[in-house]
């Protein structure tokens, strides 16, 4: 897994959702009750840009047709069937960070 700085976050405490590139990625982060989670920018559903969406209840809530993702895990709610990705974050000094594994280090991983 490789780490890439966000220098675009400099107040990480305060709620916020953010478009950003990490990785060659295009992701969705939010900080969201003294937290700060990265997932996908796109709702799999309609395509819809989830950095214009909102959170509530933990979850990011698409605006195109209002589907929901948890911000843990990137799982729908109940009844969609879907889920986005979702990839870890740390904060060093004063830095936000995400984690990304690269695809060909996820087809090792499956083979151990």
């Known amino acids: 897994m490789r780490w890439y700085p966000i220098p675009e976050i400099t107040d990480a405490g305060k709620p916020f959702i953010r478009k950003v590139k990490a990785g060659g990625r295009t992701l969705c982060l939010v900080g969201y009750e003294g937290k700060v989670y990265a997932l996908s920018a796109r709702c799999p559903h309609a395509g819809g840009d989830l950095t214009q969406g909102w959170c509530k209840d933990g979850k990011l809530i698409c ?32 830095v936000v960070y995400v984690g990304i594994t690269s695809f060909w280090e996820k087809v090792k991983q499956a083979f151990k």
């Open 63 to 94: 605006p195109v047709h209002r589907y929901s993702f948890s911000l843990e895990t990137g799982k729908g709610s109940e009844g969609q069937g879907d889920y986005i990705d979702s990839y870890p974050v740390e904060i060093r000094d004063g």
